[in-house]
């Protein structure tokens, strides 16, 4: 029995149960949100080249993206908060940039956000766009981990959480949506976003993660079992953009959601479906 109870301290200290740890935040060296995606992209790309059968996997990485994240009011008497975790997988300290990708703006010009991570910890920050980076708005997030010479580190082994919540109208309670962190190099080919509703009790919006220098135009279909309807989105450079589904009662729903097919950067999307009594909700990561 005491082997068993030195055996279960040993792990949770090697992976970072200590998560009251906080990341110690570093002076900006001027890198611009326009910089680090370029270095991201040129990465994950192998300088330009789109590597043959990639396949992404849920497994710590040198970077990770949190598609949406916010300090921002919502529909019906809400106002969304995001709180997210971030674990350093390594046994030593890592230094990460945070870039902050606003709704429907070119953030390229914005400077980054600098942390380091204690080694073997999972940091947890409550609020995060609002008391850390200081922002009233909605956007994607991007964490990147750094050498400390200011380049990519491809030794990083970053993972995150988030969860978004508002507090209930009405009520003292809270009701949130979670998402798990994907990688950078997450789809470049039309995706699907499953298991989602809109009809007179709830909304779906569809929201678009790009981390180009180039405006984006995105097809999306709309399949319920009420029936089909197709739009369109356009997304900015190093931005995020999120937009209601036309209106109408279209049931049980998948999204389909496409880009044209000579355009080979990096992208992300998802659907979220809310109640519009309550506000809660779920999220569902478009994949290939």
Known sequence: MRYLALSAMLFLFAFGAVSQETAQVL???????AMLCADVNRHVSGGGRIR????????????????????IAGANGTFFHSDLSIA?????????SVAFLRRNTNSGSDTLTTMSLPANSVTDIDDFVGTRL???????????????????????????FSRIWTPQPGSTG????SLSSIPVNDVIADSFALGLKQDSRFRTNVGVVNTSGNTRNFTITVRGSSGTTTMT?????Y????????AGNWGNLSLLVGTAASDFDWWSAYGTTVDNVTGDGWVSHAHH
């Open 52 to 71: 043959a059968n990639v396949v992404s996997n849920d497994s710590p990485d040198f970077a990770f993206v949190i598609p949406v994240a916010g300090n």
């Open 233 to 237: 989105a356009s997304t900015p450079p």
């Open 134 to 160: 200081g922002k009233t708005d909605l956007g994607a997030i991007l964490v990147v981990g750094q050498t400390a010479a200011g380049g990519i580190d491809s030794s990083a082994l970053l993972d995150g």
């Open 174 to 177: 809270t009701v949130s949506q």
């Open 27 to 33: 002076p900006s060296d001027g890198t611009t949100v």
């Open 88 to 96: 350093n997988r390594r046994s030593v300290a890592q230094i990460i």
């Open 239 to 246: 931005s995020m953009n999120q937009v209601s589904i036309p």
